[in-house]
């Protein structure tokens, strides 16, 4: 064996490959290695056998003097995200999450709640949390939308109804795919320009029938993915002035910055009076 002839006592080796093909490692060892091991000795040598490039390695389990460690192919994508968010009154109806999922995907989630306060974040907070324990067991997203609206309208009497604003984007690929119920447009910043994705489906948990629309796109190193609640907007005289807002930001303005910037200009066309609550999220791809 490779690694025992670099000096590392490793006992059961699995190499798996999933449906596109990505591999992922699981190494046996008899004890737990130094950092500078795994990235200078095991690293290497499985880069080596496969031929494809692979990432700092978590740990999958640790017992009885044996570790196992975990290796997966590099993604050519990474994520840096920003997020600005404000209640209307105490606690926010709205609920994000900003998740690694399986399969080198990240996601990013928005949910808000009908009305505001506890009732309305309890809603939106279940149905964020949903969403990434189903994406991340391998559910397909419309599939978990689907179960998630079941769930809501089961409990319909208590008028339960809450958006779903969903992006996830495969690390390896740059593919994006967006779902979106009852939730405002988002917005892909990339060199041409600005491009914004809409739908018209309603809320989840309004009728048993859900209409899942998913909208596909490409993003690459540089560019940039807007989502916001419906308090963010200000339509009267203003129309639009979100996606001119992304389209003049300079194209490597930090997420966190940009995602002030868009709450704060809000803030400012409202005079200052906040109407709703309000989230923002910016996500901006980089080299994996």
């Not at 300079?250 to 002030?260: D, K, S, V, W």
Request: charged share 25%; proline share 3%; glycine share 12%.
């Amino acid at each position: 064996c490779r690694l025992e002839a670099r000096g590392v006592a490793a006992g059961d080796l699995q190499v798996t490959q999933d449906r596109e093909g990505r591999f992922a490692v699981l190494v046996s060892l008899e004890s737990k290695p130094e950092p500078e091991v795994c990235v200078n000795v095991i690293e290497p040598v499985l880069k080596g056998v496969l031929g494809v490039p692979l990432k700092a390695p978590r740990t999958a389990g640790c017992e009885e003097g044996r570790c196992t460690l975990r290796f997966c192919q590099q993604e050519g994508l990474a994520v840096k995200a920003g997020f600005a968010c404000g209640a209307k009154n105490g606690e926010s109806g709205d609920n994000h999450g900003l998740h690694h999922i399986s399969c080198g995907k990240y996601m990013a989630a928005l949910s808000d709640g009908m009305g505001t306060g506890h009732r309305a974040s309890r809603e939106s907070g279940a149905i964020v949390n949903l969403l990434s324990d189903f994406l991340d067991a391998g559910f397909e997203k419309e599939v978990a939308v689907k179960l998630i609206n079941s769930i809501m309208v089961m409990k319909s009497v208590d008028e339960a109804f809450a958006t779903v604003d969903m992006c996830v984007i495969d690390l390896y690929t740059g593919e994006v795919e967006f779902i979106k119920n009852g939730a405002e447009p988002s917005y892909i910043r990339g060199k041409k320009g600005t491009e914004t994705v809409r739908a018209a489906s309603l809320p989840v948990g309004i009728m048993s029938g859900v209409e899942v629309q998913s909208f596909a796109h490409r993003v690459e190193p540089g560019d940039t993915i807007v989502m916001v609640s419906d308090g963010v907007e200000v339509r009267e005289g203003h129309e639009g002035w979100i996606r001119r807002m992304v389209d003049m930001c300079q194209r490597n303005m930090p997420p966190q910055e940009l995602a002030e910037r868009i709450m704060e200009k809000s803030m400012a066309l409202k005079g200052g009076e906040a109407d709703d609550d309000r989230t923002v999220i910016v996500l901006q791809m980089e080299e994996g």
